[in-house]
């Protein structure tokens, strides 16, 4: 099977990446990593469109984040720790996967790369619109992980809506992108976790792309062999979200969350929540004990951690 990434530029995602080389060993993995910028803008013009949508605390909450996880990612290598926290770059240098960064995903030096890979499947996390030419590009399609749970949390940052709107379960949805329109396509396959108390947004962050990162290659597999089939969304159902608000912080703080906690980003430097025991497992299971690479299709829903 040959899989393209495209990921956008945050440390949590080499754990997906990393999910899918341990279980899924045999497949050629290649890596798109998009910074945080909008398509055609600079970082600046980028900075000025979305600023002014959001309120003052979320937006220095955000600023608190990012001196964090800048912190965070320098650490591990004084340290030689914290895994889960190397950079895109470094995941595909240290395996060799086929590496391309890009500011614009549509860009025809972008689809060039993507199309060198002769990819089986593209597979995205990001914040870009995909456009047709893209779509047509993979043998299988162009599937989506959204971080949260459709149909209840579509939209932009579901990880944070989960929190503040006292969501009890929390998790990932896999779904394909059929057209240009936004979580909207046809729904593989979804896990979920329990909202643990008092749990940061980062930290939420980092166990739905824990989640995701067990659930895409039974999801991979599923395609492979043809066994999983979408599931259309029903378009009326649940509900879209926007850029939080002061009245959604204050929720979130309410109910005794926050953005982001020290002491829960320093345990995850420390290896808390190492998952590579059970990723191990899942890919002597997939390969071995349920037959085959095709075998171990999820159903759907797929619930549980």
């Known amino acids: 099977m040959r899989v393209v990434y495209v990921l956008a530029e945050y440390s949590l995602h080499n754990h997906i990446v990393e999910s899918h080389r341990l279980a899924r060993p045999g497949d050629h993995i290649a890596v798109c990593k998009v910074p945080l910028v909008l398509r055609g ?18 937006l220095a909450g955000k600023v608190v984040e990012g001196l964090a996880l800048l912190a965070i990612t320098a650490l591990p290598k004084l340290m030689g720790r914290g895994p889960v926290f190397r950079r895109l770059r470094t995941i595909a240098r240290r395996h060799r996967l086929p590496f391309h960064r890009t500011e614009d995903i549509m860009s025809a030096e972008t689809l ?59 998790g990932a949805t896999v779904h394909f992108i059929e057209d240009e329109s936004v979580d909207s396509g046809g729904v593989l396959a979804q896990t979920s976790y329990e909202v643990p108390a008092g749990i940061s947004v980062q930290r939420n962050y980092y166990l739905t ?33 926007r850029w939080p608000d ?3 912080f204050d929720r979130l703080r309410g109910r005794g969350h ?48």
């Open 209 to 241: 792309c824990r989640a995701a990162g067990r659930l895409m290659p039974r999801v991979i597999a599923g395609l492979e062999s043809g066994s999983l089939k979408p599931e259309d969304q029903d378009p009326d159902a649940g509900a879209y979200w």
């Open 246 to 248: 002061s009245a959604a």
């Open 41 to 58: 803008k600079s970082r600046s013009e980028t900075v000025h469109r979305i600023v002014p949508k959001l309120s003052q605390r979320f």
């Open 112 to 170: 060039g790369f993507i199309r060198e890979q002769r990819p089986d499947l593209v597979v995205t996390l990001f914040h870009q619109i995909v456009r047709q030419a893209l779509i047509d590009l993979p043998r299988l399609g162009v599937v989506n992980i959204h971080p949260g749970l459709i149909p209840h949390f579509r939209g932009i940052q579901p990880y944070f809506w989960e929190l503040s709107e006292g969501s009890e379960r929390a």
């Open 258 to 305: 926050s953005l982001v906690s020290w002491r829960q980003l320093v345990g995850l430097l420390a290896g808390a929540d190492d998952d590579r025991p059970s990723l191990e497992r899942l890919g002597a299971e997939m390969a071995g004990a349920l037959g085959g690479p095709g075998a171990g299709a999820p159903e759907r829903p797929l619930h549980g951690g």
